[in-house]
């Protein structure tokens, strides 16, 4: 049974330094990974998605990388701002028969950029 | 396209009650996910469809809570009768089959159970 496992679950930083979260599975039968930002009292917004055959994925500040075979993926954010306060979840998606097309949760990282 | 569409966004009901949530997944689209949040326990996948039909409901918790997908651009999960341990924030994802494929979720209905 896949298990995602986010590390920290808190994360408070002052504004300018570099954000690093962790994200940590179980199967490495995935199809890929993707992270997800949420606003309290909001949806979950997509960041990245990493296929299973990458290394690492691009956005602006934003920089994941996937090391499937050691079930790893790290969340790197250049630069935080205020606005970077959120929770991050990252998840997989499997690819076994008894998981296929599962997308699994970690319970998130709960970042907080100080001014 | 508008993105996945849930409704309600909220729903305060009293204990004993029918509740319906629903979804519209984004259009072509073919897998949709409902799951739960709460703070005690995260995300869960209560549910997913593939092209309409249930791949994996191991984790709807109880008979009270059942989830439908006549066609591809409707999904229903019911609870009857609710209880106030089901008051949580319930989302819908929608993605294209291939497993290889980015998943999108809606807003999320906030479901109180009094």
């Keep these: 049974k896949q298990e995602v496992t986010q590390i920290p679950a808190a994360l408070s930083v002052p504004e300018g330094e570099n954000l690093v979260l962790n994200c940590s599975f179980t199967d490495s039968a995935i199809y890929n990974l993707q992270w997800f930002r949420q606003d309290p009292g909001k949806g979950l917004t997509s960041l990245l998605l990493i296929q299973s055959s990458q290394r690492e994925q691009t956005s602006g500040r934003l920089n994941a990388s996937l090391d499937k075979s050691s079930g790893r993926s790290t969340l790197y954010i250049a630069a935080s701002q205020p606005g970077d306060s959120a929770t991050y979840l990252c998840a997989v998606r499997g690819s076994q028969t008894d998981s296929w097309g599962k997308l699994q949760f970690g319970a998130g990282t709960q970042v907080v950029v100080t001014p | ?114």
């Design chain 2, 1 to 114: 396209d508008a993105g996945v569409i849930q409704s309600p966004r909220h729903e305060v009901t009293e204990m004993g009650q029918e509740v319906t949530l629903r979804c519209k997944p984004i259009s072509g689209h073919n897998s949709l996910f409902w799951y739960r949040q709460t703070m005690m326990r995260g995300l869960e996948l209560l549910i997913y469809f593939n092209n309409n039909v249930p791949i994996d409901d191991s984790g709807m918790p109880e008979d009270r809570f059942s989830a439908k997908m006549p066609n591809a651009s409707f999904s229903t999960l019911k609870i009857q009768p609710s209880e106030p341990r089901d008051s949580a924030v319930y989302f819908c994802a929608s993605s294209l089959e291939r497993g290889d494929t980015e998943a999108f979720f809606g807003q999320g209905t906030r479901l109180t159970v009094v």
